[in-house]
């Protein structure tokens, strides 16, 4: 077969199947269109719905930083004389109220967003500061149940310290270990194990403090959790209270 007839017949079956492909399409046009807008319809919600995420997203972070700045607002002193126009507050109290109103409605506004979820931890944080403990309980469990890992530690922290304050040392000492246990990026184990041996050392326990500021000592001797464990065994040298 000479080169001439191989380019013909190539030609010819490039014709025959872009003729059947065109009759398919024309046969089942109706189909084509269905896939064709279910497929378009589908990527204009996955574009639509990231769209509306970052706009979330940025309106949670500039409510996030609106709490912030109320937070971080400078308390006045007693006859202190305060510059016009520079916002104060009297009481630690009084600004961990009037930041708390704005967390939380970020909270409730942008839960599920990054600053959303960080302004709920906020709010549990200034419930305690408030001397609001039911309300900081329950929602520093709620940021402690969440999917952000390094979040939930924190608030777990938050909740042990709360148990200490109220008289649950036990649930104290349970969440502790589990700190210990499952460490992350923002409460590593050493700093559960540092929170845990001051709280035995609070309830009288010296020997069970001294074991874990021992272990720490031997684990971590050149970082800073083994630094402070070795000046909790080691006061007269750093001037730091003994371990009796």
Known sequence: MDQQTKQELKHD??????????????????????????????????VGGFL?????????????????????????????????????????????????????????????????????????????????????????????????????????LSLAQLYRQTGRVPQAIEIYKQLTAKPTNTVPAGLAQLQLAELYESQGQPDAAKKIYAELKDKDAKGAVGTLAAQKLNPAAAGAPQVQ
Request: no cysteine.
């Open 52 to 156: 509306v995420y970052k706009n979330r997203s940025e309106q949670a972070s500039i409510a996030f930083g609106a709490a912030m700045q109320s937070y971080q607002t400078p308390l006045a002193q007693p006859g202190q004389a305060v510059p016009p126009g520079v916002k104060t507050f009297a009481s630690v109290g009084e600004r961990a109220k009037a930041a708390n109103a704005l967390f939380m409605a970020a909270a409730d506004q942008y839960g599920m967003t990054p600053a959303g979820k960080l302004s709920r931890y906020f709010g549990g944080l200034t419930y305690l500061e408030e001397g609001e403990n039911a309300s900081a309980e329950s929602t520093l469990k709620q940021v402690a149940d969440g999917w952000n890992h390094d979040l939930a530690a924190l608030a777990n």
């Open 13 to 46: 079956q490039f014709i025959d199947t872009t003729t059947h492909g065109l009759e398919w399409v024309s046969s089942n046009r109706r189909s084509v269109l269905m896939s064709s807008a279910i497929v378009l319809a589908a990527i204009l919600i996955v």
